[in-house]
């Protein structure tokens, strides 16, 4: 990021006080990003400055950034002081008369951001205000957390210099060089929801994703799949781009930067992300409109966006592969997009499973192609260029009929051979079913090892990039591997827990500011019932991921779990992993079980095996900073919840290094 776009205004205290307030103004109205600006606004903003200058007088060392940009939740801090070694965060609600949870939730995010993403604030005390300018004065007390960042502290107009007096004498005195701060890399690591969000207003990759090693990997990554769209766009080619990745390794985040950043509508170079996964499309396109509509407050009215619109424009971007199926068999003309990108490549049909369906839903008696064969046809529509990319990640088909990457390579051969196929090497490690002999045996194809297009890194957990391997290892119980692996997870807590209000009292200890937290379980644990567990009572995952603390639907009430299939591809900070008997050790080893009737009956369907273990997979992935694994006691009075069934998964767990609470 552009270090002046950071902020809009910075000046020392002493500095600040000399220059008149049109001038400060006059800075803040022409960082803004909107032509014009309501006059609320600008008054709240002169109240604001009017306010910090009557303060600051009594600090004149101190750096002041107005409008300090946090680029992972596409918003911008009010103000941020750089006071005795430490950074205050201060959120104004100008005439507020209470303070509101939300907006104490908004000042510890940002705070919340700054310390784990922000490098020179790793080691820095952080202390978020929320300055409510009419509200009642409230004690302060300042309490550090053992990370250094303070639970927020409540001011208004009247007492913020006492506020400001007793957060300076209570801070370790200590010096902190502004420009060194302000000019430190940032290396965010947004959701998928963030970033769809922040790459729909126009960031760039670079700028909401981190700068290291795992950030490196997935600019190179949407780089090279520019250029194979530049090259086949000039040389007229067709081509297939095969994105491989472990869990979390920014898959999704790559191909919604592909898709924005093709959307040439008069280039003729339409793209258009696609999912199967209809939870992931229904949150994304929501969050979008929501965050749409949320700019309004700061929009004039004659620029104001309405829903429809709203829902449209996000709907033209994240589209439901299914939905794109339907409307190309109605049609024999070739789609408006030239770049498609699917999602979760790997979960298309098979031809058993696309004709069952396509029978049953659609009355289409004499569809007999794969879902891979069939939407490759459609691009095959174009006459002179098109790109399709593929997002395939290892080990992640979770229902039947999934047909994996082998499915994609089958319809190539027989149908598609002038198409240039572009992979990694990485897409022959058994996490992908793709045998680098059976590649070869299909005959002459044109392929192309490219390095830049896996993604090894994972990016969902920035606390820990080790996650996925220490899931591989406890999914293959390895125990001794996995308590290797956990050695290295110091800041990723992992805990075991009998208890369920254990591991809900667990979650909401650690969840700070916004963070989600959530409960989830595997779509067939249907004995966690007696423990609360309903697994087979659906959820609306637009109101679990989206709705907030107070919303009984949400994530955050802890009632309502999900299950692999509604937390596929989407994540959440601090997840609450509860195990059945379905996925269980036995003599050492894992066992597959589903449950029909009234019974566990053993799985011995390679392919069903392969589905239960990977939705646990999944389920022990979606954590951004934490989780806590619920195992039941069981019961020997209930023949299908037999303390045997858990208590060896559990002692396996603990064996791999997960600690008790």
């Given at each position: 990021m552009n270090l002046s776009n950071r902020f809009a205004y910075k000046a020392e205290a002493c500095q600040f006080i000399q220059t008149s307030e049109d001038e400060v103004l006059g800075q803040l109205i022409n960082q803004h990003k909107f032509r014009q600006l309501e006059q609320q606004q600008i008054n709240a903003w002169l109240r604001q400055i009017k306010d910090l200058k009557q303060v600051l007088a009594g600090f004149p060392g101190v750096t002041l950034l107005l409008e300090f940009e946090i680029p992972r939740i596409g918003r911008r801090v009010d103000a941020i002081l750089i006071l005795n070694g430490a950074i205050l965060v201060m959120e104004y609600k100008v005439g507020a008369k209470s303070y509101d949870s939300t907006s104490i939730d908004q000042a510890y995010d940002?705070?919340?951001?700054?310390?784990?993403?922000?490098?020179?604030?790793?080691?820095?005390?952080?202390?978020?205000?929320?300055i409510a300018t009419d509200a009642p004065n409230k004690s302060p007390k300042l309490e550090i957390g053992a990370d250094g960042i303070a639970t927020p502290i409540l001011?208004?107009?009247?007492?913020?210099?006492?506020?400001?007096?007793?957060?300076?004498?209570?801070?370790?005195?200590?010096?902190?060089?502004?420009?060194?701060?302000?000019s430190s890399a940032y290396h965010p690591t947004p959701t998928i929801v963030e970033a769809a969000q922040a790459l729909y207003k126009g960031h760039k990759v670079e700028e909401?994703?981190?700068?290291?090693?795992?950030?490196?990997?997935?600019?190179?990554t949407c780089a090279q799949v520019s250029r194979v769209i530049d090259d086949a766009k000039a040389n007229n080619k067709k081509v297939i781009c095969l994105i491989t990745g472990a869990p979390g390794a920014g898959k999704s985040l790559a191909g919604l930067n592909i898709a924005i950043e093709r959307m040439h509508y008069l280039e003729n170079e339409h793209a258009v992300f696609l999912s199967g996964n209809g939870p992931l499309v229904a949150v994304l396109r929501e969050a979008l409109v929501q965050d749409q509509l949320a700019e309004n407050d700061s929009l004039p009215k004659d620029e104001r966006i309405k829903r429809k619109p709203a829902e449209q424009k996000a709907s033209a971007f994240i589209q439901n592969i299914h939905h794109f199926r339907d409307d190309n068999l109605a049609s024999n003309e070739p789609p408006i997009e030239k770049v498609v990108i699917f999602d979760e490549a790997q979960r298309a049909w098979n031809e058993e499973q696309a004709s069952s369906f396509m029978k049953r839903k659609r009355g289409q008696d004499n569809f007999s192609m794969s879902e891979p064969d069939f939407l490759l046809s459609v691009m095959n529509r174009h006459k002179d260029w098109c790109v399709v990319v593929c997002l395939i990640g290892g080990g992640q088909e979770i229902n039947t009929g999934e047909g994996g990457i082998i499915e994609w390579i089958s319809a190539l051969k027989e149908s598609y051979k002038d198409w240039e196929i572009h992979f990694s090497n990485e897409i022959f490690k058994s996490d992908y079913a793709?045998?680098?002999?059976?590649?070869?045996?299909?005959?002459?194809?044109?392929?192309?090892?490219?390095?830049?297009?896996?993604?090894?890194?994972?990016?969902?957990?920035?606390?820990a990039e080790k996650l996925s391997a220490?899931?591989?290892?406890?999914?293959?119980?390895d125990s001794i591997k996995a308590r290797e692996i956990k050695g290295h997870l110091t800041r990723y807590p992992i805990y075991l827990t009998r208890n369920l209000e254990v591991a809900?009292?667990?979650?909401?200890?650690?969840?700070?500011?916004?963070?989600?937290?959530g409960l989830v379980a595997s779509s067939n644990a249907i004995r966690?019932?007696?423990s609360g567990i309903f697994v087979k009572g659906e959820i609306d995952p637009i109101h679990w991921f989206l709705k907030g603390k107070t919303d009984i639907r949400s994530s955050h009430y802890l009632e309502d779990v999900a299950t692999e299939f509604d937390i596929q591809g989407l994540e959440i900070d601090w997840v609450g992993v509860c195990w059945d008997a379905n996925f269980r050790i036995e003599d050492g080893r894992w066992a597959t079980y589903n449950f029909s009737g009234?019974?566990?009956?053993?799985?011995?369907?390679?392919?069903?095996?392969?589905?239960?273990?990977?939705?646990?997979?999944?389920?022990l992935t979606r954590g951004r900073q934490g989780m806590v694994i619920f195992v039941p006691e069981g019961d020997d009075l209930d023949p299908t919840r037999q303390k045997s069934y858990y208590d060896q998964t559990y002692d396996f767990l603990k064996s791999c290094g997960m600690g008790e609470i």
């Open positions: 940002y705070a919340l951001d700054l310390k784990n993403f922000h490098k020179a604030s790793h080691n820095l005390n952080i202390v978020p205000i929320l001011a208004n107009s009247e007492n913020l210099l006492s506020i400001l007096s007793f957060v300076s004498n209570s801070l370790p005195k200590s010096v902190l060089d502004a420009e060194s701060w302000i909401i994703s981190r700068s290291d090693a795992g950030a490196i990997n997935l600019t190179k793709l045998s680098r002999e059976w590649l070869e045996d299909q005959g002459p194809l044109k392929l192309h090892l490219e390095p830049d297009l896996n993604l090894s890194v994972s990016l969902r957990s920035f606390r220490f899931v591989s290892a406890v999914i293959s119980g809900r009292s667990a979650l909401r200890g650690w969840a700070r500011g916004s963070e989600r937290i966690l019932k007696p009234s019974k566990w009956q053993s799985v011995h369907d390679l392919e069903k095996q392969k589905y239960i273990t990977n939705s646990y997979r999944v389920l």
